[in-house]
């Protein structure tokens, strides 16, 4: 499993491994503790983590908001599950 997570530095989108505890950050190249920073999904792909990823930094550039709602986290989480269903 993978998780979703923002950089607490300088607010990008990237993704872990469950069991990682540390990252380094691409963007800004602060060493992010997993354990404090907000997981926004768990995914069972990296390819997958990386999409959403993506596509959170592009919802969030396009709407101007500076993060998810929990309604919209919601969302996200069930659309992915749904789409995990689908895959079947
Ligand atoms: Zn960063």
Redesign the pocket.
Known sequence: MYCVIR?P??R?FTYIDRFQKWKL?H??G?VINTGKATQYIEVADHKDAEAIANQLERHLHATGKKDLTPAELQKLRADYAQWVRNQV
């Open positions: 950089c530095g300088c990008s950050c963007v800004c602060e």
